[in-house]
């Protein structure tokens, strides 16, 4: 089956500037996920989706960060403005979740290196 | 809140030896815990899951819910498991909560 794509797969901006992401998850699966990756550090959920609605946004920086997943399939992740704290790898994942109660299994993206000086 | 625990950023052993990365764990409820592992070059992929009881390329882990760990072992240590690990943790049954991930320890396995 085909994975999660995203793009770019490299991206260097100023601080300040304005970035987007971009992320097509596996067909059929409900549940999308954006993760940050700070070097040194595990992946930190940023915001869930279930189909085209927000299930939690809380760790994300609503001030800068924003989401969105319209038609409940393909979703982008932009940050405006930059900050040098933002630079990161920021992973895409998604999952079936067939059941309210299950712990589906997570299938991650190549992730986008974000470098921010 | 959750919180996982993963005390080593770095693990060398040599190959044919035994490896244990550990993996400990805050939460008052009922965790899933999971390892998670990245291969040079590739995606992050699901190794195993404590719920499933199996072996995934030789490793296997076992919930202590009274020490609150769930280490990762294999008897015998090969080249190709040289990669980063992540423990992660979710709350059983909890529908939409997502994944808490520790800080990961990488793992080298030297010929």
């Known amino acids: 089956e085909a994975g999660v794509a995203q793009s770019p797969r490299y991206k260097i901006i100023e601080k300040r500037q304005s970035v987007a992401f971009w992320c097509n998850p596996i067909?059929?699966?409900?549940?999308l996920y954006w993760y940050q990756q700070i070097l040194g550090q595990g992946p930190k959920l940023l915001i869930q989706?279930?189909?085209?609605?927000?299930?939690?946004d809380s760790q994300l920086p609503k001030d800068r960060f924003s989401a969105e997943r319209l038609k409940g399939v393909d979703s982008t992740l932009k940050i405006q403005p930059a900050k040098l704290e933002d630079s990161a790898v920021y992973l895409c994942?998604?999952?079936?979740?067939?059941?309210?109660?299950?712990?589906?299994?997570?299938?991650f993206g190549s992730g986008t290196q974000l470098s921010v000086l | 809140a959750q919180r996982v625990t993963q005390p080593e950023k770095l693990l060398s052993v040599f190959k044919g030896a035994p490896v244990e990365l550990k993996c400990n764990y805050s939460y008052s409820g009922s965790p899933e815990l999971f390892w998670y592992v990245q291969y040079s070059r590739q995606r992050l992929q699901l190794l195993l899951r404590?719920?499933s009881r199996e072996s995934i390329k030789g490793f296997t882990a076992d919930l202590n819910k009274g020490e609150t760990s769930f280490h990762l072992k294999k008897p015998f240590a090969q080249e190709e498991d040289s990669a980063m690990y992540y423990c992660a943790l979710s709350p059983v049954n909890s529908g939409n909560t997502p994944l808490v991930f520790g800080k990961g320890t990488r793992l080298s396995v030297i010929a």
């Open positions: 994942a998604s999952s079936l979740r067939q059941g309210a109660n299950e712990n589906e299994k997570l299938f």
């Open positions: 989706f279930q189909n085209n609605g927000v299930v939690d």
């Open positions: 404590h719920i």
């Open positions: 067909s059929g699966h409900a549940t």
